[in-house]
């Protein structure tokens, strides 16, 4: 199983982007049977938990609430994340999460 992650950059206070991580090497059935999820870890700190998707249940972390979305595209073989409202403390490397595989990580810089 191998995880491609993008869709990071710089985007200003209050921005949005959409990160998008494809997953190959696992077929349908196992892509749908097990959790996806995005994390994060900023400079200095250890890496943490955004956002999950576990048995169809929608997980986030408190600062994620109401501004991150995540979903996942099985057919694609694909999890997302959607931010809005972005802050500067949002600013990390965001890593996909998949069958204890990890992603290469995309940075996104929140920055004016």
């Known amino acids: 199983v191998q995880l491609q992650a993008s869709g990071g950059g710089l985007v200003q206070p209050g921005g949005s982007l959409r990160l998008s991580c494809r997953i190959s090497?696992?077929?349908?059935?196992?892509?749908?049977?097990?959790?996806l999820g995005w994390y994060r870890q900023a400079p200095g700190k250890q890496r943490e938990l955004v956002a999950r998707?576990?048995?169809?249940?929608?997980e986030y972390a408190e600062f994620a609430k109401g501004r991150f979305a995540i979903s996942r595209d099985n057919h694609k073989r694909t999890v997302n994340l959607q931010m809005n409202s972005l802050k500067p403390e949002d600013t990390a490397v965001y890593y996909c999460h998949f069958l204890n595989e990890w992603g290469q990580g995309t940075l996104v810089t929140v920055s004016s």
């Open positions: 998707i576990i048995a169809g249940t929608l």
């Open positions: 090497g696992s077929i349908l059935s196992v892509f749908t049977a097990n959790s």
